[in-house]
């Protein structure tokens, strides 16, 4: 990985401006408040590499399906959290030239992203082809105090030169994304207007009837005094802009534009009050100015790092790494609204399309459960639980019966968008998860009424698909469950996966406790729930317990080590210090069939099952594994050095602790 930020313990700093760096700095720079977010693009024109990105929370798009081999079972759609109206431009017009920094010459440029505030700063200097030199400095924020609103304050001072200035602050609907699977555009416009000086845009996705509202008030001051201006509205297809003429700034004075925004999407508000929304809440939003939004916005994350941070002394690269986790994962999802969820890249960017993957409930969960209050994770739990219907749907779509729920691999609204066989009817641990987060909620907050009302309908449909995915083998005299893909997704198709075989075990036997538990306490809620969802308590809890008895759960003989899956131990064993450092990571460098036939493991797998269910397992056993593991996994997805880190940890290896981690 390239190194190019500067090591501080708050802040991300970039010195220098290298265009090299334009499009991983605007994601690693991103900012955002769990409703909106953003990359953090520049706000003046660019017209160098650079991936454009404003997206709302729960905001998609149906992107219709693009495979080479279709097959039975595969989605129409993938449903993707989509660019959405840029509203941070403000276009810098220089007599005839448009301040672009692809175009200047760069003489200094810091960027800075203040984890504690949640602000991204930005100042450079740069001289255009004209020679015209100038001086910019920016600061914006999304306003984690208000989720509506965010400012921007871009300050330009003419350096050598007395010209006319042009300033454009816009609001343009007319985006895209790179990874449109059509090259079809998502928005169509509803509604713009510039009155009382708000601009405002309405866009609308062609598909789903999804509505974004953006207001913008943009005002001015010349070395620090405010100047009234009128504006020239330009208006473009999806696009409204408010142009201003200045001829009055001379030589080393500085124009400050702040731009205030106001922008509510219709998960919140009504498509034909969003005007009237937007005019009520931007004077009182600019009236309170820069300052006083940034000190509400400031005392929220504040209170939000009083719970959650953590400190790391001696180690200030660590320190800034886990402080730029916490900050990605509160910027992404603040757990007020249950019908979000996390992107497993937040609002950095399009991969995984803003999705909900398993990476919510075993990796996020245990974040928000400890640092928030107990709705947040409710809410997450919440989230799985409406979408309960349509995991149940899932499964009668690859054939499963009597409310057997698969939940997808990926989703927004609880339809699969996934379309990898290997990976969307494969990669059927996630439904484990999704059980195990419910026990972590349990086990942390003793919410046993969620159990009550909604855990225990969601684990008896996980646990129904349990049963039917499992066969009886007559060889093995064992139930299996074959052609599975674990947790390493360098193995498709495999059988016995000891993960997946463990954690549907587990989640049979749970869900037995559980209706135990329920029946104890909540006897009325049971019994209304056993009529709602057809429940043969005592025959569908027999067969649970026969599968529990005998699944297999394939190990390597004579010793403590489970095995990942059958056949595994016929491959090369090799250790990933055999694979030279030019060929990593493998699956930049190897084809698909050479990865799928070593024993590399791309991300924890035994070892994610031993982290979940450490205290099951001796000392002895979870050293072992870990030691067999550890050295045949190539760790390429984030999702692994934490894990195993943490299952080091548990060993007493530290200094292996400390170097995953
Ligand atoms: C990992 C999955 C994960 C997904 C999204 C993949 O690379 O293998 O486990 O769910 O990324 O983060």
Same mark, same amino acid.
């Given at each position: ?34 409703k909106m ?19 709302f929370a729960g905001i ?150 999804f509505h974004v509202g ?49 922008n509510i999407t219709s998960l919140d508000c ?84 803003? $999705? ?295 060993? $007493? ?9």
């Open positions: 990985m390239k190194k190019y930020l500067e090591v501080d313990e708050w802040k991300i700093i970039e010195k220098g401006f290298d265009p090299s760096n334009v499009e991983s700095s605007e994601s690693i720079f991103s900012i955002g408040n769990g977010g953003q990359r953090a693009n520049f706000e003046e024109h660019y017209s160098g590499h650079s991936l454009q990105g404003n997206y998609f798009y149906p992107d219709k399906t693009r495979v080479g081999w279709w097959k039975i079972g595969y989605p129409e759609y993938f449903g993707k959290m989509i660019n959405s109206v840029n509203w941070i431009g403000i276009d810098i017009i220089l007599g005839n030239e448009i301040l672009d920094l692809a175009k200047c010459t760069v003489t200094e440029f810091y960027r800075e992203l203040n984890m504690y505030d949640g602000l991204l700063a930005r100042s450079f200097t740069a001289i255009t082809k004209e020679g015209k030199t100038v001086k910019v400095f920016t600061r914006r924020f999304i306003s984690m105090a208000d989720f509506k609103t965010a400012v921007i304050e871009y300050s330009i001072t003419p350096i050598n030169f007395n010209d006319t200035i042009y300033v454009m602050s816009y609001l343009d609907g007319d985006v895209k994304n790179r990874d449109s699977n059509y090259k079809e555009k998502f928005w169509d416009e509803a509604e713009k207007c510039f009155d009382k000086e708000i601009a405002f845009l309405r866009v609308k996705t062609k598909k789903l009837d953006c207001g913008m008030k943009t005002e001015f001051y010349l070395n620090d005094k405010k100047i009234f201006k009128n504006a020239e509205i330009i208006k473009k297809d999806k696009y409204i802009g408010t142009r201003y003429f200045f001829n009055e700034i001379k030589q080393n004075e500085t124009l400050k534009i702040t731009k205030f925004l106001c009504y498509p034909d009050k969003m005007l009237e929304e937007i005019t009520n809440n931007l004077p009182m939003i600019s009236n309170k100015g820069f300052n006083t939004l940034f000190e509400e916005h400031c005392n929220s994350w504040h209170k939000k790092w009083e719970k959650c941070d953590i400190k790391i002394e001696g180690d200030i690269e660590a320190q800034q790494g886990i402080r730029f986790n916490i900050f990605q994962l509160n910027q992404t999802y603040t757990g007020e609204d249950e019908r979000l969820n996390i992107g497993p890249k937040g609002f950095t960017g399009e991969k995984y399309g803003g $999705g909900t993957y398993w990476d919510t409930e075993a990796f996020c969960f245990p974040f928000y459960l400890c640092t928030s209050n107990q709705n947040v994770a409710r809410n997450l739990l919440l989230y799985r639980y409406k979408q309960l219907p349509k995991a149940i749907e899932n499964g009668q779509k690859l054939g499963f019966t009597d409310g057997a729920a698969l939940f997808p691999m990926v989703t927004v609204n609880g339809e699969e968008c996934h379309n990898e066989w290997e990976i969307t009817f494969e990669e059927i641990h996630r439904n484990g998860a999704i059980a195990y987060a419910i026990y972590n909620y349990i086990r942390h907050t003793d919410d046993e009424e969620y159990l009550a009302k909604y855990g225990l309908e969601v684990l008896i449909a996980i646990s129904r698909f349990w049963k039917q995915r499992v066969n009886f083998s007559s060889v093995k005299n064992k139930y299996v469950i074959l052609g599975v893909t674990g947790p390493n997704e360098y193995e498709n198709n495999v059988n016995n996966n000891w993960y997946t075989n463990y954690i549907a075990r587990w989640t049979l036997q749970y869900t037995i406790d559980v209706i135990d538990l329920v029946k104890s306490k909540y006897i009325d809620i049971y019994n209304s729930l056993i009529k709602k969802i057809n429940f043969d308590e005592s025959k569908e809890i027999k067969v649970w317990k026969n599968i529990i008895d005998n699944l297999y759960l394939p190990i390597i003989e004579n010793t403590n080590i489970f095995l990942q899956q059958e056949g595994y131990l016929d491959k090369e064993m090799l250790t990933s210090k055999d694979i030279p450092q030019d060929q990593r990571p493998i699956n930049q460098h190897w084809s698909w069939d050479r990865i799928l036939r070593s024993c590399f493991i791309k991300q924890a797998d035994v070892i994610q099952g031993i982290y979940f269910f450490i205290d099951q397992f001796t000392f002895d056993q979870v050293k072992e594994n870990f030691y067999f593991y550890e050295p045949k996994t190539v760790h390429e997805s984030s999702l692994s050095p934490s894990i195993y880190s943490v299952v080091a940890s548990h060993i $007493g290896d530290i200094n292996k602790a400390y170097e995953l981690y």
